[in-house]
């Protein structure tokens, strides 16, 4: 299934050094080895597949087509549509539980519901069996050295500090990235981030009593409320995990919802067909954490011919497009395809890359907030849902 490795007298003598062994990181470990290079992948957590707690914490992710063309480049797809359930429309929850089915396209087009911690996993013995690739968990970089060439890695099992030379650097280590902590320092390197004035919590809804699916299986569910929503995408075991995007402050909001009986009788009001089949809803909305949702930008991506950002490191977007994790696969495609193109012309790979990335990405930022507010307020419109009708989306 993976493609062959060349042989180590054809292996370039450098070895690529990848921060971060999440969904993008393990993409582009596989891509960088298939390519002939030797990859070393550092990754802060310990290792996914030790710990059967993450998954059920796991948040879902919608892969599309475009993160599926970047798997299908490296011959996994097949292995990760075996923990992907398909969504072929939105099924939209009015107060009173009336149901409308939106379907995504007239010929049975679909986006897939994947758990972030399954595919990861999936992705995590991917990698394993490739020739060529060495994981390190439990990695923290904890400062990069520019000029020197230099990561400061901790190893977390110990508490020990070390010294890492690199020969190339890839930033793969998300949203907060340390390697892109290091360029911020530098001169005429651009950077922002933007967190909305919401945060959200993922909820559950319970399997059936004979594991199956007590709502609709292949729909993305959406229960818009104007102000706020709850989404939920469905897992293999018969449950859907909930995301509720609610306002930090206000009358509704996480602040205003302090206790159990405040958050029943929330939820009995606004998403009462839901109620009945979250069982843990008051537990799992006081144990579960509230997160933040953040747009960062910068660029450029890369530093002195040697270090290159990928995924969310260079450009994290607001979940609402579903397309974050889409656009960190479409990075490694397009940094494959360059590759084959320029050889080891790193220079120009990288520079090729970053200017014909960033337009993109910075789109998709602006849609993925777009669409919040189609989602929220926008789908629940009747006007709106005559007008797609009359699009035939
Ligand atoms: P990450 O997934 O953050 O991985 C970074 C890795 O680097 C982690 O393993 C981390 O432990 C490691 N790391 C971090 N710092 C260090 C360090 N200092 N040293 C060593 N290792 C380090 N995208 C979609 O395409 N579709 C969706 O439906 C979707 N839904 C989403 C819903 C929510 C609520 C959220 C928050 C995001 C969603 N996304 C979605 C976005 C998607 O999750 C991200 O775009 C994607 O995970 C980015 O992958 P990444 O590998 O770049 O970063």
Redesign the pocket.
Same mark, same amino acid.
């Given at each position: 299934m993976l493609a062959p490795t060349p042989a180590p007298s054809q292996l370039p003598a450098e070895t690529l050094t990848v921060? =971060? %062994? =999440?969904?993008? =990181?393990c993409l582009l470990a596989l891509y960088l080895a298939q390519h002939g290079h030797a990859v070393e992948v550092?990754?802060? #957590?310990p290792d996914l597949r030790g710990d059967a707690k993450v998954e059920a914490r796991s948040?879902n $992710?919608?892969?599309s087509d475009r &993160?599926w063309r970047a798997l299908e480049g490296v011959g996994i797809a097949d292995a990760v549509r075996e923990v992907a359930i398909a969504m072929r429309g939105r099924m939209m929850h009015g107060v009173e539980g009336q149901l409308t089915f939106q379907p995504y396209g007239q010929d049975g087009q679909a986006i897939y519901s994947v758990s972030?911690a399954g595919l990861n996993r999936r992705m995590l013995d991917l990698v394993e069996q490739q020739p060529g690739i060495r994981m390190q968990f439990e990695? #923290?970089?904890?400062r990069v050295d520019l000029r020197n060439s230099q990561l400061e890695m901790r190893d977390e099992t110990t508490g020990e500090s070390r010294i890492q030379p690199f020969q190339r650097l890839f930033g793969?280590? &998300?949203?907060?990235? %340390?390697v892109r902590g290091a360029m911020q320092r530098t001169d005429r390197f651009n950077y922002s981030q933007q967190y909305l004035d919401y945060g959200?919590k993922e909820l559950t809804i319970a399997a059936g009593p004979d594991g199956s699916w007590p709502i609709e299986k292949h729909a993305l569910h959406i229960w818009p409320r104007g102000q706020y929503m709850m989404i939920a995408l469905p897992n293999l075991d018969g449950s859907f995990n909930c995301?509720l995007f609610f306002p930090y402050e206000g009358a509704n909001s996480f602040a205003a919802l302090q206790t159990p009986a405040q958050v029943r009788t929330f939820f009995a009001e606004h998403f009462a067909d839901a109620v009945p089949l979250m069982p843990d809803l008051e537990t799992e909305f006081f144990a579960n954490p509230t997160?933040s949702?953040v747009t960062v930008r910068c660029f450029p991506w890369s530093h002195a011919d040697d270090v290159l950002l $990928? &995924?969310?490191?260079s450009h994290?977007?607001v979940?609402f497009y =579903?397309? &974050?994790?889409?656009?960190?696969f479409e990075d490694c495609a397009v940094l494959a395809e360059l590759l084959e193109e320029h050889g080891s012309d790193w220079p120009r790979i990288m520079r090729q890359f970053e200017t014909s990335r960033k337009p993109n990405t910075d789109a998709m930022a602006d849609l993925a907030v777009y669409n919040f507010y189609e989602m929220r307020d926008r789908v629940a419109d009747p006007r709106f849902l005559l007008q797609k009708k009359i699009e035939g989306r």
């Amino acid at each position: 299934m993976l493609a062959p490795t060349p042989a180590p007298s054809q292996l370039p003598a450098e070895t690529l050094t990848v921060m =971060g %062994a =999440g969904l993008v =990181g393990c993409l582009l470990a596989l891509y960088l080895a298939q390519h002939g290079h030797a990859v070393e992948v550092f990754e802060r #957590r310990p290792d996914l597949r030790g710990d059967a707690k993450v998954e059920a914490r796991s948040i879902n $992710l919608a892969l599309s087509d475009r &993160g599926w063309r970047a798997l299908e480049g490296v011959g996994i797809a097949d292995a990760v549509r075996e923990v992907a359930i398909a969504m072929r429309g939105r099924m939209m929850h009015g107060v009173e539980g009336q149901l409308t089915f939106q379907p995504y396209g007239q010929d049975g087009q679909a986006i897939y519901s994947v758990s972030r911690a399954g595919l990861n996993r999936r992705m995590l013995d991917l990698v394993e069996q490739q020739p060529g690739i060495r994981m390190q968990f439990e990695q #923290r970089c904890q400062r990069v050295d520019l000029r020197n060439s230099q990561l400061e890695m901790r190893d977390e099992t110990t508490g020990e500090s070390r010294i890492q030379p690199f020969q190339r650097l890839f930033g793969a280590d &998300g949203a907060y990235s %340390a390697v892109r902590g290091a360029m911020q320092r530098t001169d005429r390197f651009n950077y922002s981030q933007q967190y909305l004035d919401y945060g959200y919590k993922e909820l559950t809804i319970a399997a059936g009593p004979d594991g199956s699916w007590p709502i609709e299986k292949h729909a993305l569910h959406i229960w818009p409320r104007g102000q706020y929503m709850m989404i939920a995408l469905p897992n293999l075991d018969g449950s859907f995990n909930c995301t509720l995007f609610f306002p930090y402050e206000g009358a509704n909001s996480f602040a205003a919802l302090q206790t159990p009986a405040q958050v029943r009788t929330f939820f009995a009001e606004h998403f009462a067909d839901a109620v009945p089949l979250m069982p843990d809803l008051e537990t799992e909305f006081f144990a579960n954490p509230t997160s933040s949702l953040v747009t960062v930008r910068c660029f450029p991506w890369s530093h002195a011919d040697d270090v290159l950002l $990928l &995924g969310d490191a260079s450009h994290a977007i607001v979940p609402f497009y =579903g397309q &974050g994790m889409n656009s960190g696969f479409e990075d490694c495609a397009v940094l494959a395809e360059l590759l084959e193109e320029h050889g080891s012309d790193w220079p120009r790979i990288m520079r090729q890359f970053e200017t014909s990335r960033k337009p993109n990405t910075d789109a998709m930022a602006d849609l993925a907030v777009y669409n919040f507010y189609e989602m929220r307020d926008r789908v629940a419109d009747p006007r709106f849902l005559l007008q797609k009708k009359i699009e035939g989306r």
